[in-house]
């Protein structure tokens, strides 16, 4: 049975009440904290990612958030910002940052569902495990960079193949 089988006799749901399915499906730690918002545990190979999802009505995006923890040593932020670019360059379906005053990672999305379009449950299964591998896939190269004394080339070598599983 496919995860949008669950949800074919409801209509127009709630983009975020499709994401608390999921999560209680996947079995992940989840906490609903508004109507629109839902924040989650997803357990990696690398480390748990935290996950926040929301939907913005007034532009109609449902947007993902992807985040984990970094600290790296501030005279090392320059590898790591490089090997977030050369990250970015190796990507379609999001993209990275670094946020510098909450040392987070973070893998950011914004599925826009303008017009009124539906979002199924196998596409969000799909931005979720999209945003866990990319974090899985270049967990690695932003630690080598960041305490590994690599360079940027170097430590994306630990990348170039895609991650395979499932989140």
């Known amino acids: 049975m496919s995860v949008s089988e669950d949800f074919l006799t409801l209509d127009d749901l709630h983009p975020i009440d499709i994401v608390e399915d999921l999560a209680a499906h996947h079995d992940w730690e989840f906490d609903r904290v508004t109507d629109d918002q ?3 545990a997803v357990e990696g190979q690398w480390r748990t990612y935290s996950l926040t ?3 913005s009505a007034q ?3 449902l947007r993902l958030i992807c985040t984990f923890e970094m600290e790296p040593p501030e005279a090392r932020l320059p590898m790591i910002y490089d090997v977030l670019n050369r990250c970015n360059d190796m990507v379609w ?3 990275f940052t670094y946020w510098t005053e909450q040392k987070l990672m973070v893998w950011r999305y914004g599925l826009c569902l303008a017009g009124g379009q539906l979002v199924g449950a196998e596409q969000i299964d799909r931005l979720i495990s999209s945003a866990v591998l990319a974090a899985e896939r270049f967990y690695p190269a932003f630690q080598l960079a960041a305490w590994g004394d690599r360079s940027p080339a170097d430590a994306m070598k630990v990348a170039i193949a895609e991650a395979y599983g499932r989140a």
């Open 59 to 61: 532009d109609e995006t």
């Open 38 to 40: 839902i924040a989650m």
């Open 93 to 95: 379906t999001g993209a």
């Open 53 to 55: 999802l929301a939907w």
